[in-house]
């Protein structure tokens, strides 16, 4: 069931989104070659904290930390330790924020120093395929015209798309109805209207579309050991989109 929100409740979402979009942006300013994971998922727990907001990765479902940390062929949930930062890696950062109730839902992929240009091009690609779903959120589009949305841009680079993870509803709770794929035909599904607030997020691979879960329980990795990006906004259903989680 798809919970709709009021326009009080977007606005408390808004402040959630602030912060959420501050602590990742603060967070991926951290990104450089000799940093750890543990250091970046320190970091963004201290900001988010000082400022009033509660880490709502930490401790969901027991995962261990306030960030996920995906670096290079780990396409999401990577669990932040003791790996450091080198130059030519790229690191997906993903964090969820709680305020006064609601939620927040953002990613970022950012490179580490240099990288090469077939990785600058799938960052690109992922984050451009993130806003063409966002460019569908409006009342009255079917849900699958943003998978349809994000969908086309992964493919006409030559990428592939995860299909095993997806973006989803969200508001008193982290995960809310509908599920939203990064795939499929467009005109399908719910209508959009007025009220839902979504966060939509691409996973593109630069190989193929497989990936498996390691013995962790969390880690999701790219089979092939290519390397795997992901962008994330919570946006509410308007016209134009009202992205939740802008800079
Ligand atoms: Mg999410």
Redesign the pocket.
């Known amino acids: 069931m798809i919970v709709l929100k009021a326009d009080w409740e977007i606005e408390k979402m808004r402040q959630a989104g602030a912060l959420t979009a501050q602590a990742r942006d603060y967070v991926a300013a951290l990104v450089r070659p000799g940093v750890s994971t543990r250091e970046l998922d320190e970091a963004a727990r201290r900001f988010i904290e000082e400022r009033g907001g509660t880490p709502s990765f930490l401790g969901y479902e027991g995962f261990p930390a306030s960030i996920c940390a995906s670096v290079n062929g780990v396409v999401v949930h990577g669990i932040p330790g003791e790996q450091v930062l080198r130059d030519g890696d790229i690191i997906s950062l993903d964090l969820g924020v709680i305020v006064d109730g609601y939620h927040g839902?953002t990613a970022i992929t950012v490179p580490v120093g240099k990288v090469s240009p077939q990785v600058q091009s799938l960052l690109d690609t992922t984050r451009a395929a993130l806003l063409a779903g966002l460019a569908k959120a409006r009342p009255g589009n079917h849900l699958s015209d943003i998978s349809n949305a994000v969908e086309r841009i992964a493919t006409a680079a030559g990428f592939s798309i995860v299909v095993d993870f997806v973006?989803?509803g969200i508001g008193r709770e982290m995960h809310e109805d509908p599920q939203i794929p990064n795939y499929g035909p467009p005109g399908r599904g719910v209508q959009l209207r007025r009220g839902m607030v979504l966060?939509i997020?691409p996973m593109i691979n630069m190989g193929g579309p497989d990936v498996r879960i390691r013995d962790d329980g969390w880690t999701v990795e790219t089979i092939d050991g290519l390397p795997s990006a992901h962008f994330?906004h919570t946006v509410a259903v308007g016209d134009p989109p009202d992205v939740l989680t802008a800079p």
Request: no cysteine; net charge negative; charged share 50%.
């Open positions: 839902d973006g989803h966060a997020e994330e």
